[in-house]
């Protein structure tokens, strides 16, 4: 019964993306469309599989930045809404500086990283995945962390519990939805703003580079290949966020 609940589920999106993607080819095709205008799918997939090889080291560049990004802004971002949950007035003060500084356009901080660092470095664009991070992970968890029912709160403090036990007992278990919905944003953004802050400097060896290497050179079939690469890795990490879902709470059932 799972095996064929789960093959409902799969099936009309699948379906759907079969028909966009024989529409796309018939458009293309029929109205003769130029290959610089728009490349067909046919020559999108022709592409992926001849430079599967660089694909694959560009996606290798580009998900490590984004897997270091991701796991420092999770930490760091945890661990923030626990002391903003702990000190209400830190969060005051905090919030608005860290809602302003995601306000910032990626590629004026990224600039700014690239003159800080060498342009061997890595780092300006895991910083940049670490701060889009740590503000999604931060503002779930600590939403989880704070809006707990009163009811619950109150029947700890009838039992005399600490502010420790009940952080543990009833804030945490609370937060841990919050989380998980945090990273299923927070995996595919990852993703998404490496490969984005190469596109302003840096070393030309991520996904983002060879996408706008291969617009510049009128190479559109080639580019979007890249592109699909960077949206299978994007599923990459947005399958593991729900496995890692999955895991948490068969762990916690058991």
Known sequence: MRAE??????????????????LWEALVKGFNLKPYFLAAPSKIIEQFFKNASR???????????????LIVGTV????????????????ELITPLAISLNAIPIF????????MYSITSEIPRRFMVTLVVYFIVLVNVAKGLTQVRSTHIELMHSYA???FSIM?????????????????????????????SEYFG???????????????TSKNAAAWAYVFGACLLGLVFYTLSIILESVTRKGDKK
Do not use: C, D, H
């Open 108 to 115: 004026v901080l990224v600039a700014v990283l690239n003159n």
């Open 168 to 196: 543990r007992k009833v804030r945490v278990p609370n937060a841990v939805p919050y989380l998980f919905t945090a990273l299923k944003v927070a995996a595919p953004a990852s993703v998404i703003t490496a490969f984005v």
């Open 55 to 69: 694909i694959w080291e560009a996606s290798a560049v580009s998900g490590t930045n984004a897997l270091v990004g």
């Open 161 to 163: 519990a600490s502010e």
């Open 5 to 22: 609940t789960r093959i409902q589920r799969i099936m009309p999106p699948l379906i759907f993306g079969v028909a966009f993607l024989l």
């Open 202 to 216: 840096g070393l030309q060896n991520g996904l983002g580079s060879r996408i706008t290497n291969n617009i510049a």
């Open 76 to 91: 760091l971002g945890i661990a923030m809404s626990f002391v903003l949950s702990r000190f209400r007035f830190l969060g």
